[in-house]
């Protein structure tokens, strides 16, 4: 391979492919689910505003206006948002594959259940089996998100996941602020529980049934990436209500979760359901009343975040300090801390 392919396989080809996935419907941004974002934002916009719960003059300054949306972390975003397309071509797909082939796909599953227990008759592609496995995948998926999004919140991980909440203002795109090392971990988790599910579900019907799908995309996968979605990451404050929120995300719950105010700390972690939270006490409700939140992490260092170098590299140094920490003498009036 000469220099100019590399150059298009690593740097040109991702870009391009990165840029192309806004009019993609597998992903959250793309420019439908956009749109239907602030076309909700839009109408709380109208509503607030003839209630007079607003002070905004206009819906551009509802949604953030310049002070966010052209924010020096914004257009960090939008910068990052491209390169990420090169930090998965680069380091993520081949860090997966190097475990992809040691763990066991879901042929591999089906072959060992086979083995096990003798083949299965074949019950056929029927609709309400794909809705029924479609519905698998997306609370295994969304469960499996829950744990490595917390576990990213522990104390060896947290420098890693600190890149995506040192944003301090939030725009769409700020989802995908996140540490390439963090998306293996998600990947590699997808691959090990949802191979093991699509093995053992296809087992049991005796052969390979498809999920079912809304233009090309998992049914559930659509509907709550429809549900204003986008809004998350955004100054646009969605609540569902204190019921509803024990079982849906809403925007406002995930905008909680990026607080800098340490009652936030530790709160709604997952992506689509709020029921995981309520399952192992993490949830934190809200209501139609905007709550006054600033985003952060409270350690007052977003400065050390305004660069691509500085989203990638930052966390191995302070992992690094983590683990050997400089010795220096005590300062007068400064005591070592309690064991």
């Not at 082939?101 to 029927?126: E, I, K, M």
């Amino acid at each position: 391979m000469g220099v100019l392919e590399f150059l298009h396989y690593v740097v040109i080809a991702p870009v391009v492919d990165q840029f192309t996935k806004i009019f993609d419907l597998n992903g959250r941004i793309g420019v439908l689910f956009l749109c239907l974002s602030y076309a909700v934002a839009y109408g709380l916009f109208r509503y607030r505003k003839q209630r007079g719960l607003t002070d905004a003059g206009s819906f551009w300054q509802f949604i953030g206006g310049n002070a966010v949306h052209w924010h020096p972390s914004a257009l960090l975003d939008y910068r990052y948002y491209l390169v990420r397309g090169v930090l998965k071509v680069a380091l993520v797909v081949p860090i997966v594959g190097l475990v992809d082939p040691h763990v066991l796909r879901s042929a591999d599953y089906v072959g060992f259940f086979t083995n096990l227990w003798g083949a299965r008759p074949q019950l056929g592609q029927t609709l309400s089996l794909s809705l029924l496995y479609g519905l698998g995948v997306f609370l295994i998926s969304d469960f499996t998100h829950y744990w490595v999004h917390r576990a990213f919140h522990c104390r060896w991980l947290w420098a890693f996941h600190k890149v995506h909440h040192s944003a301090p203002v939030m725009v769409p795109v700020t989802a995908s602020r996140v540490h390439f090392l963090e998306k293996v971990a998600g990947k590699l988790a997808d691959l090990i529980f949802l191979g093991a599910y699509a093995g053992a579900f296809w087992y049991a019907c005796g052969g390979e049934i498809s999920r079912y799908t809304l233009f090309g995309v998992t049914y559930l996968v659509f509907v709550f990436n429809a549900l204003a979605s986008n809004l998350r990451h955004s100054h646009v404050w969605l609540s569902f209500g204190p019921r509803l929120e024990h079982v849906l995300n809403s925007p406002a719950q995930h905008q909680i979760h990026h607080s800098d105010a340490p009652r936030h700390f530790h709160k709604n972690f997952g992506t689509n359901l709020s029921i995981w939270d309520w399952m192992f006490g993490t949830l934190y409700v809200t209501t139609s009343r905007p709550e006054e939140i600033r985003f952060g992490t409270a350690e007052q260092d977003s400065h050390r975040y305004l660069t691509l170098y500085s989203l990638v590299v930052t966390p191995f140094v302070d992992i690094a300090r983590q683990s050997w920490p400089a010795k220096r003498p005590l300062m007068p009036r400064e005591r070592a801390p309690e064991a």
